[in-house]
C-alpha cells in the first residue's frame, strides 16, 4: 500500500512538471524567432532546459551586450579584478544572475564530456587548476 501511494505521488508530481514545461514552451514560443532554442541545443553541453533558462534570462536580442565579456561579467562567471600595490590577488566571482550562471556551471561538464571540441579542451584546462 505505501508503495502504490509513493507511485500515485511520483506520477502527480510528473503531471505537474509536464504541465509546467507546456507553460514554459508557449511562453518562450513568440520569442523564438529563427528557431534559436534549436540552434542554441547544437552546442556542446547546452540541452532543452539549458536553453530554456538561456533564452528567459538573455532574451533572443544579445546587442546589448556590447562584447562576449561584457554577458559573461554580467552572468557573474567573470573573476574580479582585486589588485593593490601592483600586485595581483585572488578574487571572487561576483554574486550576478543565478539562474542562467547555475544553468551554465551545468552545462560546463557536460561540455567536458564532448569528445574533440574546443570547450571540452577549455573545461579540462580550467577545471584542472580551478577545480570542476
Known amino acids: ?13 510528473n503531471a505537474k512538471l509536464r504541465r ?11 520569442f523564438d524567432h ?6 542554441l541545443q547544437t552546442i556542446p553541453g547546452v540541452g532543452r532546459k539549458v ?5 528567459a534570462e538573455i532574451g533572443p536580442e544579445v546587442k546589448r551586450f556590447s562584447t ?3 554577458l559573461a561579467s554580467w ?7 582585486n589588485e593593490s600595490a601592483g600586485r595581483n590577488h585572488s578574487s571572487r566571482t561576483p554574486k550576478a544572475n543565478r539562474y542562467l550562471r547555475q544553468a551554465l556551471v551545468e552545462a560546463a561538464p557536460a561540455a567536458g564530456r564532448e569528445r574533440d ?9 580550467l577545471s584542472a587548476r580551478r577545480g570542476r
Do not use: F, W
Open 117 to 125: 571540441h574546443y570547450l571540452s579542451a577549455r573545461y579540462h584546462r
Open 51 to 55: 536553453a530554456q533558462v538561456i533564452m
Open 34 to 39: 529563427d528557431d534559436l532554442l534549436a540552434r
Open 20 to 30: 509546467l514545461e507546456e507553460e514554459i514552451d508557449k511562453l518562450l514560443r513568440p
Open 68 to 70: 562576449a565579456a561584457h
Open 75 to 81: 552572468v557573474g562567471l567573470a573573476p574580479g579584478k
Open 1 to 13: 500500500m505505501l508503495l502504490s501511494l509513493h507511485l500515485e505521488h511520483v506520477d502527480k508530481l
